[in-house]
């Protein structure tokens, strides 16, 4: 066993989400059924990056909700790949239908645990960017631990973006933007690009929980980091 997939056994204990099934709609349910097929990362496949009919970098999104930010940047971004992980099946579900009506040939969909994903399907340096967006907050101190940006992760994400790529994360909840800060920059894989937070990047759409932020009078934090 790898250092690497002890970590993601070690943190697999501790979950950053919360399974809450049976709420899937007819059309989600159909969606899975019939989609999932098609654009799911086979959860057996050692290197995700041959999940895709053509070689071309790959921007994997984390916690994508219903895919809205997903979908967008694929269609914007079309000479990238785009894999999208998220646990929350009637948000797979929503994304699914979304990236086959605006026929995206460069998504792929992973229904599973984020660790899991990267400690078991994302060799070294095979990813262009990771980008996680409003990622859960997790605001009471007790929770904390819950956070997905933790050093163990971090480290996770280092080894899998290649040098020179980046890890994007915006967040409207200001106490977790400086844990980003406060777990990334003794972090010696990777350098701040912001100072400490940058503007919003033309690639970043605005999201569902963005939307909630702002309209709860939150500010908005983007970081951007560049992998040594
Ligand atoms: C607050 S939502 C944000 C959704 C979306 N990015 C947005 O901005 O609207 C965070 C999402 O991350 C997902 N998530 C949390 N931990 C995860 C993990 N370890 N692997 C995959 N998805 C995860 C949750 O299921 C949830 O849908």
Same mark, same amino acid.
């Not at 992973?110 to 980008?131: C, F, K, N, T, Y």
């Given at each position: 066993?790898?250092?690497?997939?002890?970590? *993601?056994?070690?943190?697999?204990?501790?979950?950053?989400?919360?399974?809450?099934? &049976?709420?899937?709609?007819?059309?989600?349910?159909?969606?899975?059924?019939?989609?999932?097929?098609?654009?799911? #990362?086979?959860?057996? #496949? %050692?290197?995700?990056?041959?999940? !895709?009919?053509?070689?071309?970098?790959?921007? #994997?999104?984390?916690?994508? &909700?219903?895919?809205?930010?997903?979908?967008?940047?694929?269609?914007?971004?079309?000479? !990238?790949?785009?894999?999208?992980?998220?646990?929350?099946? %009637? +948000?797979? *579900?929503?994304?699914?239908?979304?990236?086959?009506?605006?026929?995206? *040939?460069?998504?792929?969909?992973?229904?599973?645990?984020?660790?899991?994903?990267? /400690?078991?399907?994302?060799?070294? &340096? /095979?990813?262009?960017?990771?980008?996680?967006?409003?990622?859960?907050?997790?605001?009471?101190?007790?929770?904390?631990?819950?956070?997905?940006?933790?050093?163990?992760?971090?480290?996770?994400?280092?080894?899998?973006?290649? /040098? &020179?790529?980046?890890?994007?994360? =915006?967040?409207?909840? =200001?106490?977790?933007?400086?844990?980003?800060?406060?777990?990334?920059?003794?972090?010696?894989?990777? /350098?701040?690009? +912001?100072? %400490?937070?940058?503007?919003?990047?033309?690639?970043?759409?605005?999201?569902?929980?963005?939307?909630?932020?702002?309209?709860? +009078?939150?500010?908005?934090?983007?970081?951007?980091?560049?992998?040594?």
């Amino acid at each position: 066993m790898t250092l690497e997939r002890e970590e *993601g056994e070690h943190l697999r204990r501790v979950r950053s989400f919360v399974r809450r099934p &049976g709420r899937l709609t007819p059309a989600q349910q159909r969606a899975l059924d019939e989609l999932l097929p098609v654009y799911q #990362l086979d959860p057996a #496949l %050692p290197d995700l990056r041959a999940a !895709f009919e053509r070689p071309a970098p790959l921007v #994997l999104e984390i916690g994508f &909700g219903n895919g809205e930010a997903l979908v967008a940047m694929a269609a914007a971004e079309p000479d !990238f790949n785009f894999l999208g992980v998220e646990v929350h099946e %009637p +948000g797979v *579900g929503r994304a699914l239908r979304a990236v086959h009506e605006a026929g995206l *040939g460069n998504v792929r969909v992973a229904m599973r645990d984020a660790v899991e994903l990267l /400690s078991q399907q994302a060799p070294a &340096g /095979s990813l262009e960017q990771v980008r996680i967006y409003f990622p859960d907050p997790w605001p009471k101190k007790r929770h904390h631990k819950r956070r997905i940006i933790q050093p163990d992760f971090v480290n996770l994400l280092g080894a899998a973006i290649r /040098s &020179g790529g980046l890890l994007h994360l =915006a967040t409207d909840w =200001a106490p977790y933007a400086e844990w980003m800060l406060e777990v990334l920059e003794p972090c010696a894989a990777f /350098s701040n690009l +912001g100072q %400490p937070w940058v503007d919003r990047p033309a690639w970043r759409p605005q999201t569902r929980f963005e939307r909630r932020g702002l309209g709860r +009078g939150h500010d908005i934090f983007d970081l951007l980091f560049a992998r040594r």
